[in-house]
């Protein structure tokens, strides 16, 4: 594919599909946003990281390929444009890629340029995998109880963005429908959201979560809905979940319901158990019945607040990873925001997109190397050399800038 302003290196080779997996090089071409703010600081901490890390555990026989592409402030000053196609279809062809925060700016032309990018490249499934390091201060008595994965629907529910301001032609025209074709009756100094969950929607995404805990020997597959009070939304996303399980994963599953009135509570051996939950009862079992809840599968907006309620049980967004992922193309990308006071200050934890960045080695099949990150992140907390927001927390901590930081995370894997 040709690009307009940008070019990939010529020391790489793509990813493909064969099979309906993923073939991945020995060199792979990954394009790469450095993000707004703070992720100038945090994705050049998090690229030195993993390329020490890939150099360390295979030896040279692998390494990745970086291609800069642009999003945000830096695609408008190369561009014009926060979101240029070039971006889009780099992703597209590369199948997978990571990223730093971003900002949307005023006037922009987008709602949100992170909810863009998931919509337009159809990055379903939002994965947030949430689990405790050892020595990360925590404000809760047993953090290391949480380890649980959230498939959170990327695409719909308020998400989708299909609303209208207050007083507007469009507000007024749905009001008048709702009003006397439907004859339901809402303030008319309402602004108006319409929420879309669908099958489709619904079940690729349950789909995925399923997958996941079959592949990697998890437990119990939640569904987290507020289907008590949205029955034809929420209460609908629920019904088929348990649907897709019983048509497609009946010989890998078992309900709750079944487990207990018909195997008193005992699993059957290589089964998951499919259960589900109010979303507001979830947040309570979060909390005081942590270790009952493995792998979550939760409409769009539930998810979000799921994913930094379980986040903040174990030191916050800066050890949060995440990632967007469709059929293939896998877009993994830092939880926070892009912080601007602290731009270029080089004291930021880059913990988020460097767990984030883990999540895409695992993607590519080399786990290795994402395992040697992870025991060497502990390792560095345990040793209490940290950024100051980890720092400020910790007795007898030392505070480190975001480039010492991986150092000591390379010195340690």
């Known amino acids: 594919m040709k690009f307009k302003k940008i070019e990939p290196p010529g020391d790489g080779k793509p990813i493909t599909i064969v099979g309906k997996k993923l073939k991945v090089p020995s060199n792979p071409i990954i394009p790469v946003i450095e993000g707004d703010g703070i992720g100038r600081d945090i994705m050049r901490a998090t690229r030195r990281v993993v390329d020490a890390a890939v150099e ?193 994963y009946a010989k890998q599953t078992i309900t709750e319901e079944e487990l207990f009135s018909k195997r008193n509570g005992q699993v059957p051996e290589g089964k998951i158990i499919i259960k589900d939950r109010i979303a507001d009862s979830m947040f309570q079992q979060i909390l005081i019945r942590t270790a009952e809840y493995d792998v979550v599968a939760t409409p769009n907006l539930n998810g979000d607040y799921l994913s930094d309620a379980c986040a903040a049980q174990v030191g916050g967004l800066g050890m949060a990873p995440g990632a967007n992922i469709g059929d293939f193309v896998g877009l993994f990308e830092a939880t926070h925001g892009t912080a601007p006071k602290y731009a270029d200050k080089d004291m930021v934890n880059p913990g988020s997109l460097l767990l984030s960045a883990v999540m895409m080695l695992e993607y590519l099949g080399w786990t290795e190397a994402g395992c040697a990150i992870e025991n060497a992140i502990e390792k560095t907390i345990i040793q209490k050399t940290v950024t100051y927001d980890l720092e400020r927390q910790m007795e007898g901590a030392t505070k480190v800038s975001t480039s010492q930081y991986a150092t000591n995370i390379i010195a340690n894997l």
């Open 56 to 248: 360390k555990i295979y030896g040279g026989e692998k390494r990745i390929v970086w291609f800069d592409i642009y999003a945000g402030e830096a695609a408008q000053e190369k561009y014009g444009e926060v979101l240029p196609k070039d971006t889009l279809d780099a992703i597209r062809t590369f199948i997978v890629a990571l990223k730093g925060p971003l900002t949307t700016p005023v006037g922009g032309g987008f709602r949100s340029l992170n909810v863009t990018m998931r919509q337009v490249l159809d990055l379903y499934a939002c994965v947030r995998p949430v689990r405790y390091f050892q020595g990360v201060p925590a404000p809760v008595k047993s953090p290391e109880k949480m380890n649980v994965v959230i498939f959170r629907e990327n695409t719909e529910d308020v998400y989708a963005g299909i609303e209208w301001k207050k007083g507007s032609k469009e507000a007024r025209a749905v009001l008048s429908f709702l009003k006397n074709e439907m004859k339901v009756k809402i303030r008319p100094d309402s602004g108006i959201g319409i929420k879309p969950i669908s099958v489709t929607g619904t079940q690729r995404l349950v789909r995925k979560a399923i997958d996941y805990a079959i592949a990697n020997k998890r437990r119990s597959v939640t569904i987290v809905h507020k289907g008590n009070i949205m029955k034809y939304t929420e209460g609908a996303f629920r019904d088929w979940a348990y649907e897709l399980a019983q048509k497609e």
